[in-house]
């Protein structure tokens, strides 16, 4: 291999973080159940808070009524709790964590979630933060926001104090 080539990976495999891509935006849905329970999804065991894209010209709103539907087709989000800011090596992942109205057992088990290979269910809080090491941060700042009232901003996971004009509230 010629030097030029093996110096051009050698720079291209430490290159800083960069946006080479717009970001990715979605939408994570709490659902809370009662006083100590929360709807996650369980795709092959995998469990998570039910998630979706947002496309362009939508609404966090829209794109979560999208991602759990309900008989009546639209589920209440009361309002965005969390935005959560990660930049990955090429591009930046952008999370509109939307609280929903609280809902009975009942109630979830009529959801319908957008992947047909997941199963919606009800769990223990401090189960799922248990069992899911990976998001059990932005779980508890959205679940400490929902009940203070306020919008946190997670950014590379450190909380910040407002979030940033570009993101909006």
């Known amino acids: 291999m010629p030097t030029a080539t093996a110096t051009a990976l050698e720079q291209r495999r430490h290159a800083p973080y960069e946006n080479w891509r ?31 894209g947002l496309h362009d010209g939508q609404t966090p709103e829209e794109a979560g009524n999208r991602v759990l539907t ?51 269910r009800v769990m223990p809080t401090l189960q799922v933060l248990d069992q899911w090491p990976t998001g059990r941060s932005r779980l508890l700042i959205s679940l400490q926001a929902m009940a203070t009232g306020d919008t946190a901003c997670i950014d590379s996971g450190v909380v910040q104090a407002q979030l940033p004009p570009a993101l909006g509230a």
């Open 70 to 120: 309900d008989p009546s087709g639209r589920l209440r989000l009361v309002r965005c709790v969390a935005v959560d800011c990660v930049q990955t090596r090429r591009r930046k992942v952008i999370t509109h964590v939307m609280a929903a109205a609280p809902m009975t057992r009942g109630a979830v088990e009529a959801l319908v979630y957008r992947d047909p290979r997941a199963v919606v």
């Open 22 to 52: 717009p970001p990715v935006i979605g939408v994570s849905l709490l659902v809370p159940v009662g006083a100590d329970c929360i709807t996650v999804v369980d795709l092959r065991g995998m469990l998570m808070l039910p998630v979706g």
